[in-house]
């Protein structure tokens, strides 16, 4: 099992900065890929970003590439995800997930975290 555990969502104005953190553990997360998702209120939950833990195969959404960076700390086992010059529709419920590499599908979750921009 992998726990995790998002925090650092709140309210921010548009152009503003925020960093999520996701605290994992439970497993040795060498083989996992680590993710960031959304959800906005209405629309269904989309990929944000995700990390090899082991560093390296960055991806990114189109729409967040240049102003979102996705890094991860072995030491502190936490995944990381800094968001800059945010924009309204940028808020929404921010995830963090688990998967082992050989499995498509994300399969731990963590509860979530809220991140609202205002303009």
């Known amino acids: 099992q992998v726990q995790l555990a998002e925090s650092g969502g709140g309210l921010v104005q548009a152009g503003g900065s925020l960093r999520l953190s996701c605290a994992a553990s439970?497993?040795?997360?060498?083989?996992?890929?680590m993710g960031w998702f959304r959800q906005a209120p209405g629309k269904e939950r989309e990929f944000v970003a995700s990390?090899?833990?082991?560093?390296?195969?960055?991806a990114y959404v189109h729409s967040v590439k240049g102003r979102f960076t996705i890094s991860r700390d072995n030491a502190e086992n936490t995944v990381y995800l800094q968001m800059n010059s945010l924009k309204p529709e940028d808020t929404a419920v921010y995830y963090c997930?688990?998967?082992?590499?050989?499995?498509?599908?994300?399969?731990?979750w963590g509860q979530g975290t809220q991140v609202t921009v205002s303009s």
């Open positions: 439970g497993r040795t997360l060498g083989r996992y890929y």
């Open positions: 997930a688990a998967r082992l590499e050989s499995i498509r599908e994300y399969n731990y």
């Open positions: 990390i090899h833990w082991s560093g390296g195969n960055y």
